[in-house]
């Protein structure tokens, strides 16, 4: 066997804060946007070790992440204007939002994994 012999430990760590409105644009009004909330935190500690003919890795990780789109409406029932010239088309939604568009998702893996 040579002498060419490494180690290394690595450490990686993410932390995320996002707030945002968003469905707001031509024909929406801010009352029918989702206001979402984002936040993710995520930790990797990597552990490697090799020789001429092998190597050994180590992997811990962390994960913690929130998805949550909320309606600024609050519940309110919402309104379509129309324009009926124009077969009906949308000109402006207030208040209420699409129900799809409220789902919380959430994932935490941990308190560690290893692999």
């Not at 040579?2 to 929406?28: K, M, P």
């Not at 190597?55 to 129309?82: I, K, Q, R, S």
């Amino acid at each position: 066997m040579g002498g060419n012999r490494q180690r290394s430990l690595r450490g990686e760590h993410q932390v995320r804060r996002e707030n945002g409105d968003g469905n707001i644009g031509t024909g929406q009004a801010q009352s029918s946007s989702v206001r979402t909330l984002n936040n993710d935190t995520r930790v990797d500690l990597r552990w490697e070790r090799s020789a001429d003919r092998w190597f050994n890795e180590a992997l811990l990780t962390y994960e913690d992440v929130t998805f949550n789109p909320t309606g600024v409406g609050g519940g309110v029932n919402g309104a379509n204007y129309t324009y009926a010239v124009t077969n009906d088309n949308t000109m402006l939604a207030t208040n209420g939002i699409d129900p799809r568009s409220s789902r919380t998702r959430a994932r935490r893996a941990g308190p560690w994994g290893m692999s």
